[in-house]
């Protein structure tokens, strides 16, 4: 995976996206998509996992066997619903270390406040899996990636849900070296800084807060 920017046309991931832009979806029923959902992105973001081998016994004989090489990989979540894709990740991926990025939007000036940052040691020798739902502005992920590269991370990926033109185009700006994996590529942002066609806020249809 070497473009900056993949899109998942999977049919399922497809499906269940429509089900979730749906205003109707119920919490629970929203909250369960997103982590059926982000098992099936995994799939696609860590497709390039170094992999080495190990010697291993079969009920039948010896054999070169491969498993993933390296330090295990870290799952940073940018708060809070960077929440939501991560629970489904760890079903896929339980080994992995978990760090936490705590931003919010300032809805005057849509620029993130950052109040939390917390991230497994070693982050340089990790791959590092940042997940957020939304990339609208892309301010906050921009500032997250921003962290994640103080901290000493050198080979970062970033997963969402659904990305606006504007914010593939400012990390792109900001951290050409960073892929971006997402379901969906939209049509553009409102005045709002809201993602359109988009599914609302993420966060608040998974937490039942809106």
């Known amino acids: 995976m070497t473009q900056h920017l993949t899109v998942v046309d999977h049919p399922l991931v497809q499906h269940k996206l429509t089900l979730m832009r749906k205003k109707e979806t119920s919490t629970a029923e929203f ?8 098992q099936l992105l995994a799939y696609e973001v860590t497709r390039d996992l170094p992999l080495t081998s190990q010697l291993i016994e079969t009920p ?4 070169d066997a491969p498993v993933l090489a390296g330090h295990k990989l870290a799952l940073v979540s940018i708060l809070r619903a960077g929440n939501g894709l991560l629970d489904g990740m760890l079903e896929l991926i ?21 109040y939390y940052f917390k991230v497994p040691p070693q982050l340089g020798k990790r791959p590092v899996i940042a997940v957020d739902p939304m990339l609208a502005t892309g301010n906050s992920s921009v500032a997250a990636i921003d962290l994640l590269k103080q901290a000493g991370a050198t080979n970062i990926h970033f997963l969402c849900l659904l990305a606006s033109p504007e914010g593939v185009a400012r990390m ?11 379901a969906a590529l939209d049509d553009c942002l409102n005045e709002q800084g809201y993602i359109v066609p988009g599914l609302g806020d993420a966060g608040d249809r998974m937490f039942g807060t809106k």
């Open 31 to 38: 909250r369960q998509l997103l982590r059926e959902v982000s």
């Open 60 to 63: 039948m004989q010896e054999m």
């Open 94 to 114: 339980p080994s992995a270390r978990v760090g936490f990025v705590g931003l919010y939007r300032d809805e005057e000036t849509l620029e993130p406040v950052q």
């Open 172 to 182: 792109k700006e900001a951290h050409p070296d960073v892929p971006i994996v997402t």
